[in-house]
């Protein structure tokens, strides 16, 4: 009897282990189960969150066009309505792989991310731009260009100064822009500059603006 006991003995454990995954994998949140609902990528800008007036956004639209145009670089500007219970870099980086920004070979996709309800704000930038838009750099433009806006509710002109600080730095020689962005990590070395969160092809900062 007791040669029989053991496959019956790792059948059940088996049943058990498998029982137990089930109950961590419903308890797990929706988005983690693929429900994670993101706004459709209509264009340049998606404006969920209705911060942009239709002059604003027709005039960020015509910038990020002509980047494209000149560049092959995309950057794409979002406002949420909702985070959906979930970390920013979370959405972002499912945001980032189900709209696909960039050209796939150089990946070359950059996110604007702001969740104004949430008082949050993310920059995610491809591993092809990477070296011209580096964490530092990027936690500068946040921190310089778009949040003191921001934090007096001026969203407008914070995403306007934001987007063409980004714009400016993309544009330059590749050779110009490294430099430009290891000057700003140098400015203020070991200093803190933010969250950064690196995932599945993006290096992200982002910032609170309470």
């Not at 706004?39 to 911060?51: H, N």
């Not at 980032?96 to 008082?119: C, M, S, Y």
Request: proline share 5%; hydrophobic share 45%; glycine share 8%.
């Amino acid at each position: 009897m007791r040669r029989r006991d053991g496959p019956v003995a790792a059948l059940m454990g088996l049943v058990t282990v498998l029982a137990a995954l089930a109950l961590v994998l419903f308890a797990l949140p929706a988005s983690a189960q693929g429900d994670l609902k993101f706004p459709a990528l209509t264009g340049r800008i998606v404006d969920e969150a209705r911060l942009l007036s239709p002059e604003a956004e027709q005039a960020l639209d015509a910038k990020l066009a002509a980047l494209e145009q000149r560049t092959s670089d995309q950057l794409v500007v979002v406002t949420l309505n909702s985070l959906q219970d979930r970390e920013i870099e979370d959405y972002g980086y499912q945001l980032g792989r189900a709209w696909g920004i960039g050209q796939k070979e150089d990946d070359n996709g950059v996110l604007l991310i702001i969740a104004p309800n949430e008082r949050k704000v993310r920059i995610e930038v491809g591993y092809g731009l990477e070296p011209i838009l580096t964490d530092a750099f990027s936690s500068q433009v946040i921190q310089n260009e778009i949040l003191p806006s921001f934090r007096e509710a001026y969203f407008e002109r914070g995403i306007t100064q934001g987007v063409d600080a980004l714009i400016t730095q993309m544009e330059l020689d590749p050779a110009e822009a490294q430099a430009r962005a290891a000057a700003v990590a140098k400015e203020k070395p070991g200093a803190p500059i933010g969250p950064i969160v690196v995932v599945a092809g993006f290096v992200a900062a982002e910032a609170s603006f309470t």
